[in-house]
């Protein structure tokens, strides 16, 4: 069975950093982009970063400079470290993969991906 899975979530207070983890189980993510997108209540969901499957990375203008987007092919895991967070970046994360022309490329279309994972709530507050 095909599953993501994410974790590294938490509370963490403004301008603290958190590591999310979006491990791989019945395939493996060498051939794969994988997104990360949040989800906040009340709003929309948005994509947040992607990495293609040659290493390729791409971020919302929002967490430009202050996320940052890997890949551990050996380790089937891709990361997100997320630095100087804000209160705005509370949601629910989650991450997502979509196989294809990805080599170069990775797309910030949540319709674009086929697989998802149940997420992982990131609070920042005081």
């Known amino acids: 069975q095909l599953q993501l899975v994410e974790s590294g979530g938490g509370l963490v207070q403004p301008g603290g950093s958190l590591r999310l983890s979006c491990a791989a189980s019945?395939?493996?993510?060498?051939?794969?982009?994988i997104g990360w997108f949040r989800q906040a209540p009340g709003k929309e969901r948005e994509g947040v970063s992607c990495?293609?499957?040659?290493?390729?990375?791409n971020y919302a203008d929002s967490v430009k400079g202050r996320f940052t987007i890997s890949r551990d092919n050996a380790k089937n895991t891709v990361y997100l470290q997320m630095n100087s967070l804000k209160p705005e970046d509370t949601a629910v994360y989650h991450c997502?993969?979509?196989?294809?022309?990805?080599?170069?490329?990775?797309?910030?279309?949540?319709?674009?991906?086929?697989?998802w994972g149940q997420g992982t709530q990131v609070t920042v507050s005081s």
């Open positions: 019945g395939f493996t993510l060498d051939y794969y982009a």
């Open positions: 990495i293609s499957s040659g290493g390729s990375t």
């Open positions: 997502a993969a979509y196989k294809g022309d990805t080599y170069y490329y990775c797309s910030g279309v949540d319709a674009e991906y086929d697989y």
